[in-house]
């Protein structure tokens, strides 16, 4: 006999939590939130809840990010009167890593969340039903359990909240290669050179993170087939980037199209390759990581016996409400490949709760939403690129750039330079974007989303007094304008 249900949500991530509980504890409906058993490597039948972020992806990222950066600690102290051994983990040297000892630790941290989400769940009244689930009608979800038993949910409301998933780039021996959430849960490094495949967050970040842990007489390498890093973010932070991969002893590789992985044994691989020429090449190394795309998470869970529309990236389609084109079917997060960032998720999650149970139909807002990359040092961003900008709007736009050597730097010696910079819209003097790379500069960008939400103006900058010293003072320091650009499109404050 079926269950009786206000809403059932498939996906118990970020997003779909979010959305139960609200839906749940503000507006009193009766939520069941469907996930797969935990584990740290995602399949059809290994899930978890939490989902991506919380398991394999942006929090056990950080937390190897966090250990990755003890290299440059250790290097930098130098120059502060520590004696620290000049070999071991990382480009520059250092005491020897333990990345077994890291990942167990890492492991434990994430099976405590994976129960934390589960306990909000319970404490929000949200039934939590374990196994995979699929549509069979509008209104009616089965779920299948790891047993075989099945369970049948009736419902006023679905929403699918299923995320996405790492994919392979199509060539001869791509299962010879691991993926990001193997990545995660490697227990050793190969005694050899790492190669990561791509060029965007997760690729950049990973290759931050093997180079900062990696035994240093092994090479890393990062393997693009575009020119720079970071596709879609500011150029002038791309270039600065690209810079500091370079100079924290990442062998980068543009212009490269992987064709072929050769397996001669346990970490004893051969990457076959064309280069910018087109010339074919290949490269010895013990581990390559596939690290170029991700897609929606709609297989096995229905949607063609419903008739759920998909767009031509796979992706659930939906409108400004997240509202599919079956009645009381809904989709949000990573499933629908609007701004894949968990942040956004749980925006949608909110904003999903209140049209659908709270009487008011609300649209997510994705103006100015900030969001990091991992790389070492990072990258923060919010607002609109200055490329963006010039396409965007009538009149001119004025680009304020500061580089400068970072403070710690000037005693350890590292040669590196923060990138710091504001994106104006020159008549209405209205702060388009804030971009930088650096250290801290995920926290600092935080702060100046809520500026930029609240409409802040370059003269508002101006009047403000930093904190001295600190990095995050140049943004207010900035008087100079570097460049004005004529803007060529249409768009008015």
Not at 202 to 211: D, N, P
Not at 291 to 296: F, G, Y
């Amino acid at each position: 006999m079926a269950e009786e249900y206000d809403l059932v949500t498939l996906g118990a991530g970020s997003g779909g939590v979010r959305a139960s509980r609200f839906a749940a504890t503000l507006y009193g409906a009766k939520v069941a939130c469907v996930e797969l058993p935990f584990g740290f490597v995602s399949s059809e039948t290994v899930g978890g809840a939490g989902g991506t972020c919380v398991i394999r992806g942006c929090v056990p990222k950080k937390l190897l990010v966090y250990g990755a950066a003890y290299a440059e600690e250790f290097a930098d102290a130098r120059g502060f009167g520590w004696a620290l051994p000049a070999a071991g983990a990382g480009a520059e040297g250092g005491p020897a890593h333990d990345w077994a000892s890291l990942m167990k630790l890492k492991e434990k941290e994430i099976t405590r969340l994976n129960s934390t989400y589960g306990n909000i769940l319970k404490n929000a009244n949200v039934a939590l039903i374990e196994g995979r689930g699929a549509l069979k009608d509008a209104h009616t979800v089965e779920v299948t359990a790891a047993d075989g038993s099945v369970r049948l949910l009736k419902a006023k409301h679905v929403l699918i909240a299923t995320g996405g998933v790492a994919t392979a780039i199509p060539m001869e021996g791509a299962e010879h290669a691991i993926m990001s959430d193997d990545a995660l849960a490697l227990q050793s490094l190969p005694p050899g050179p790492i190669v990561v495949l791509g060029a965007g967050y997760i690729a950049t970040e990973f290759a931050g993170i093997f180079r900062g842990t990696h035994a240093a007489q092994y090479a890393v390498h990062l393997m693009f087939r575009g020119d720079k890093v970071l596709r879609g973010f500011d150029e002038e932070c791309r270039d600065q980037v690209q810079d500091n991969l370079t100079r924290r002893g990442i062998h980068l590789h543009p212009g490269c199209k992987p064709t072929k992985l050769e397996k001669h044994g346990e970490g004893d691989l051969t990457l076959h390759y064309t280069d910018g020429t087109g010339a074919a090449q290949s490269l010895k190394c013990g581990l390559v990581m596939m690290a170029t795309r991700r897609k929606p998470r709609v297989d096995g869970i229905g949607l063609e016996a419903v008739g759920v529309a998909l767009d031509g990236q796979g992706a659930i389609k939906v409108d400004e409400f997240s509202r599919t084109n079956v009645p009381d079917v809904w989709a949000i997060g990573d499933v629908t490949n609007r701004i894949n960032l968990t942040p956004v998720a749980l925006m949608e999650g909110m904003a999903f709760a209140k049209s659908c149970f709270g009487g008011e139909l609300t649209k997510p807002d994705y103006r100015n939403v900030a969001s990091a990359v991992f790389c070492q040092p990072p990258l923060a961003t919010v607002g609109y690129t200055e490329e963006q900008a010039v396409k965007e709007f009538a009149g001119n736009i004025d680009v304020y750039v500061s580089r400068f050597r970072p403070m710690k730097y000037t005693i350890s010696g590292r040669e590196e330079k923060t990138l710091m910079k504001l994106i104006v819209h020159a008549e209405s003097d209205v702060v388009l974007g804030c971009h930088m790379v650096g250290p801290d500069a995920p926290e600092i960008m935080q702060g100046l989303a809520v500026a930029l939400k609240c409409g802040a103006t370059k003269a508002q900058f101006d009047s403000t007094v930093g904190i001295h010293p600190t990095a995050a003072e140049e943004f207010v320091t900035m008087r100079s304008r570097s460049r004005r650009v004529p803007a060529t499109g249409t768009s008015k404050l």
